[in-house]
């Protein structure tokens, strides 16, 4: 008789450290919005207006700041996205790609299941095993700090890590979305610091 297999040890959790060097690579690209997501989206490591393009996301705690979580479930996501039913089909064809190659794994599974239990919209996507992903292009954004402006942006993965990538958002300068960029920027800053200096200044 032969004897049952051990079931497979579930994959360790992927690495979320973001090197030092893509940190720096973050802030040299301001104003242009930017930030560094794992393979399932969750923002490890972005320059103030890479957070603050995402109005809200600031309020989140930093472990569940997550751009899909935030499409999903961020109230402010259907009006911040002018076409908001193209990034949720979107953000649920990235994962679909994901379970595809890892079906079993705990990052993807943690997520999908909170996403499943809270956003019928989710829900009614994920059963339709659509696989789509948008490395590049244009969005609009209607932006309660500093109005509509439409951005191209551009997905890279970096090599080395764990499925991570880059997304950077750009305009051209002199452009009135280029200065609505500089104005973002200058915000998420402001705010940012604002903490420490009301410490130094009770």
Known sequence: MRAARPAPEPSPAPSRSVPPGIRLLLESLRPN????????????????????????MDKWPVEQRNVVRYVFLHPDAPDLFDD?????????GRLRALAGTDPDAPDLAELVDEL?????????LWERYDVRAHPQGRKTFHHPDVGDLTLGYQSMQLEGTPGHRLVA???????PEYDAM?????AASEHAAKPAADRRHP
């Open 116 to 124: 499943l239990a809270k956003s019928p919209e989710f829900a009614r």
């Open 169 to 175: 958002y750009y305009a051209e300068p002199g452009t």
């Open 84 to 92: 908001w039913d193209e990034q949720i089909r979107a953000c649920v």
């Open 33 to 56: 919005p930017a930030h560094v997501v794992s393979r399932t989206t969750d923002v490890l490591a972005c320059n103030p207006g890479g957070l603050r393009l995402f109005a809200g």
């Open 182 to 186: 500089v104005l973002l920027d200058l």
